[in-house]
């Protein structure tokens, strides 16, 4: 366990297409990635995208589609959200960070008041007492006044808000476009070297 190890959660807010493409492109980058998703995940992950997942029995193949190859099945872990047995639930399991894609509400505001009632919460609660890099990528609008105070409280704690809201100015041609502009800010923060678009001021 180093570096390469990175945590990936999605809860149960819309967006998951930027936590698939995410893991995508993590796994094409050569990280070793630890996932695990809550039950609210698993019905938006059917309704946005199609996808049937079973939280007991995780098939990568039906999850990843056409993407997942056999090759991968050596870095990609699954977690279930109520094993607290997983390495990732202590501190000493050593990573390079954490995301959770797209992140609830009701995430956010578990992890601002310190409740670990599941490896979700438990492992972001983790990487902040560690110090690690947590970042939390949010999707609600609008916010009322306790989003905006667990998100601050968050961000005191050390985590990186990074809601999912995609630019414009590089001239999206697609949906998938959208996705990567938000995926791109996401691996920015993880230190995850990527091509998804060009760079401001790049020709």
Same mark, same amino acid.
């Given at each position: 366990?180093?570096? $390469? @190890?990175?945590?990936?959660?999605?809860?149960?807010?819309? %967006?998951?297409?930027?936590?698939?493409?995410?893991?995508?492109?993590?796994?094409?980058? +050569?990280?070793?990635?630890?996932?695990?998703?809550s039950?609210? &995940?698993?019905? =938006?992950? +059917?309704? $946005?995208?199609g996808?049937?997942?079973?939280? @007991?029995? !995780?098939?990568?193949?039906? !999850?990843?589609?056409?993407?997942?190859?056999?090759?991968?099945?050596?870095? !990609?872990?699954?977690?279930?959200?109520?094993?607290?047995?997983?390495?990732?639930? /202590?501190?000493?399991?050593?990573? +390079?960070?954490?995301?959770?894609?797209?992140? /609830?509400? +009701?995430?956010?505001? &578990?992890? #601002?008041?310190?409740i670990? @009632?599941?490896?979700?919460?438990?492992?972001?609660?983790?990487?902040?007492?560690?110090r690690?890099?947590?970042?939390?990528?949010?999707?609600?609008?609008?916010?009322?006044?306790?989003?905006?105070?667990?998100?601050?409280?968050?961000?005191? #704690?050390?985590?990186?808000?990074?809601?999912?809201?995609? %630019?414009?100015?590089?001239?999206?041609? /697609?949906?998938?476009?959208?996705? @990567? !502009? =938000? *995926?791109?800010?996401?691996?920015?923060?993880?230190? *995850?070297?990527?091509?998804?678009?060009?760079?401001? %001021?790049?020709?």
């Open positions: 366990m180093a570096l $390469e @190890d990175i945590v990936i959660a999605m809860t149960g807010a819309s %967006g998951a297409p930027y936590g698939i493409r995410l893991l995508e492109v993590l796994l094409q980058a +050569g990280k070793n990635i630890h996932f695990t998703l039950p609210s &995940a698993i019905e =938006v992950i +059917g309704t $946005e995208c996808r049937k997942v079973d939280a @007991d029995k !995780f098939n990568p193949s039906k !999850f990843f589609g056409n993407f997942w190859t056999p090759i991968l099945s050596s870095r !990609f872990t699954y977690h279930n959200y109520r094993d607290f047995k997983s390495g990732i639930a /202590s501190g000493s399991f050593l990573t +390079g960070g954490m995301v959770i894609c797209p992140c /609830s509400m +009701g995430t956010l505001g &578990a992890i #601002a008041t310190g670990s @009632d599941n490896l979700i919460t438990r492992a972001a609660n983790v990487h902040l007492k560690e690690r890099k947590l970042v939390i990528v949010p999707r609600e609008t609008p916010l009322h006044l306790l989003h905006i105070r667990n998100m601050l409280s968050c961000t005191e #704690a050390g985590a990186v808000i990074l809601p999912a809201m995609p %630019g414009f100015y590089q001239k999206p041609a /697609s949906i998938e476009d959208l996705v @990567d !502009f =938000v *995926v791109a800010r996401i691996c920015d923060q993880i230190g *995850v070297v990527h091509n998804l678009q060009k760079r401001w %001021g790049q020709n």
